[in-house]
């Protein structure tokens, strides 16, 4: 089998990593690289399995976006799927993933079984707590269906359906810029629209970049011909409520400037920029606490900030799930 390279690409959440805190960049792209393999050392190893850790936040997210995705996929061949059924769907998937959690047996497969943050740290978790947060992926789910895409989604023509949940790239000056929209379609000839939704119980301002990128990959993919027949819109299903933008051309040279100053900066700490060698100690600790207090990797990090990186208390982390 050809061996993996480690290729340097550039997406908004990678950004967003680099910024917050340099060294968790490093144990996310460099540290735990390789560590799926039976071989790696031990310190790869447990980095790539602390790499896979979701906060039970980010992980009910994660379930949402995934129920609406097969809901949509079902309503792209006509096959409508009930409330209810999407939602014991979900349910069914968040109890697997919390038992499994729970055994931590996604330290035997990673990439494969949900591993919660709070178990891993033994974080003190109660029954109220994982219960609601079933009861917000309930409400995502539910907003959903009440929203005007569950109303007009299912009757777009078949050749108006984007992709879906689809991880992909465009290139900028030989970079690769991952994207991954939440749904895209043609609202007509030549327009486009693409959602990103958000499960976020605040309601904080869209990600201007974010967005942005979506409208870079839409034109490269030649779905629209100009900046502004391409609409993003950030739709939070905790709150219903919309924010729709379009973008310049200008505005477009203005993120792609962006993402270049972002690449330019995140190069500058790499040995070897060619073969994208990065060495830990280039890469400094972050100074804020609480960055450091929600970071997988803080257990083997030997500059946490946190006296004491690693929480216990015992018989916090088995309560029973959603």
């Known amino acids: ?75 792209r061949i006509h096959q409508p799927m009930e409330e209810a059924k999407a939602v014991e769907w979900a349910l069914d998937r968040m109890r697997g993933d919390f038992r499994a959690s729970r055994d931590r047996k996604y330290r035997e497969r990673p990439k494969k079984v949900v591993g919660l943050f709070e178990h891993e740290y033994e974080v003190p978790t109660t029954d ?8 917000h992926m309930r409400a995502c789910i539910g907003t959903f269906y009440r929203s005007p895409y569950h109303a007009f989604l299912p009757k777009l023509p078949r050749g108006h359906w984007l992709p879906i949940e689809e991880l992909d790239h465009f290139f900028l000056d030989g970079v690769k810029v991952f994207v991954k929209p939440d749904a895209a379609f043609r609202s007509g000839a030549r327009t486009v629209e693409i ?18 990128c979506y409208s870079v990959y839409a034109l490269e993919k030649k779905w629209a011909e100009r900046a502004e027949d391409v609409t993003t819109t950030e739709y939070n299903l905790a709150t219903g409520k919309a924010r729709e933008a379009q973008v310049t051309e200008e505005r477009l040279v203005q993120v792609k400037a962006d993402i270049r100053a972002s690449v330019a900066e995140m190069r500058q700490r790499l040995d070897d920029a060619g073969k994208n060698v990065a060495r830990e100690e280039k890469f400094a600790v972050t100074t804020d606490a609480r960055a450091c207090r929600a970071c997988g990797f803080r257990k083997i990090c030997p500059e946490s900030p946190l006296k004491d990186p690693v929480l216990t208390a015992p018989g916090t982390a088995g309560e029973p799930g959603p």
Not at 195 to 212: N, S
């Open 1 to 75: 089998m050809e061996r993996l390279e480690n290729e340097f690409s550039w997406s908004r959440s990678r950004a967003s990593i680099f910024r917050e805190c340099p060294r968790r960049y490093w144990f996310q792209y460099y540290g735990s690289w390789g560590g799926w393999e039976a071989a790696s050392p031990p310190r790869v190893r447990q980095a790539y399995v602390l790499k896979q850790l979701k906060s039970r936040w980010m992980w009910v997210g994660e379930v949402v976006h995934w129920a609406i995705e097969r809901i949509l996929t079902s309503a």
């Open 128 to 135: 109220d707590q994982w219960r609601e947060a079933a009861d």
């Open 195 to 212: 959602v990103d939704w958000k499960t976020g119980r605040r309601d904080d301002e869209p990600d201007p970049i974010q967005l942005a």
